[in-house]
């Protein structure tokens, strides 16, 4: 009875895999192009990145005596999240559109349930699991119902394109059909422009989302640890973000620069406790 190594060497092809070695070079390939179509949004977007990850760093040293378990778990979640961007952004680099949107939708949702905290902070537990006697973290209806607001469009988007390659299998069925596609089925690697387009506006939003809610949340402690020349510094990115938002070509995207703004008054009231949200 043959062993598992010896089963692996019957099929081993002793040369380098044609295909892997095609999708590498596309890759190559797509990152050039990337940075030939959108090399200033590549560029600000390191920059914005590296920032971000030193502001989250720097609130480490900062006192946390007064912090509940509430704020802790909001901390957490941006680091977490930051990795989860940074790789959507590299699938975009590499040309998986849809890969990218998936990670770009997961760490929407977080957003919110950071936000979902500071509005409802005896319920944080929502945002881990459902817990019996508590609201329940539902991001439709939380956006709906409680923010009132109209960025919902964008995460059924992001879900419809995320789900299990539903969307391009119908586009390619329907291609087929009427005629428009003739090519053999196959694993199919190009540049596509409104799909790199796409994954720009959706890294972007969630950069202005995620940033605003570091810098409000977080505002007293940043103040206080951050040299006064990167404190002013974080206060242009989180309004370059927004702006990058309001000056989007799509109207429907553009109009989300409210929803962010008001997003920002939401939680600064209720960080400030100005007033809290109704229960509904």
């Not at 991001?139 to 607001?149: G, M």
């Not at 394109?161 to 586009?171: C, F, N, T, Y």
């Not at 920002?264 to 509904?280: F, H, M, N, P, Q």
Request: one cysteine or more; glycine letters at 4%; charged letters at 25%.
């Amino acid at each position: 009875m043959s062993t598992t190594r010896e089963k692996i060497e019957e099929i081993r092809n002793p040369f380098p895999s044609e295909t892997s070695l095609r999708i590498i070079e596309f890759q190559e390939n797509h990152k050039l192009q990337i940075l030939t179509v959108f090399g200033n949004f590549i560029k600000t977007f390191e920059d914005i990145f590296d920032f971000f990850n030193t502001a989250i760093y720097a609130i480490n040293y900062v006192p946390k005596k007064s912090w509940g378990i509430q704020k802790s778990i909001q901390f957490l979640f941006f680091p977490q999240t930051l990795k989860t961007i940074y790789c959507g952004f590299d699938n975009f680099l590499r040309g998986y559109y849809d890969e990218s949107v998936t990670l770009l939708r997961s760490a929407y949702e977080t957003a919110f349930r950071t936000i979902f905290i500071s509005c409802f902070p005896k319920e944080y537990e929502s945002v881990f699991y459902n817990k019996s006697g508590q609201r329940q973290f539902n991001l439709t209806n939380f956006l709906e119902d409680i923010l009132k607001i109209d960025c919902g469009f964008v995460y059924r988007i992001m879900s419809k394109i995320g789900h299990s390659k539903v969307l391009r299998v119908q586009e390619e069925l329907h291609g087929r059909r009427k005629g428009q596609i003739k090519t053999p089925v196959s694993l199919k690697y190009e540049f596509d422009f409104p799909s790199s387009a796409m994954c720009v506006n959706f890294i972007n939003l969630n950069l202005a989302l995620h940033f605003q809610n570091l810098w409000i949340l977080f505002y007293d402690d940043l103040k206080s640890i951050l040299k006064e020349e990167n404190f002013i510094k974080g206060e242009k990115v989180k309004n370059l973000l927004l702006l990058f938002i309001q000056e989007n070509s799509e109207p429907a995207f553009s109009k989300i620069s409210a929803d962010l703004e008001k997003i920002a008054s939401i939680l600064t009231e209720v960080k400030y406790g100005k007033k809290r949200r109704k229960k509904t």
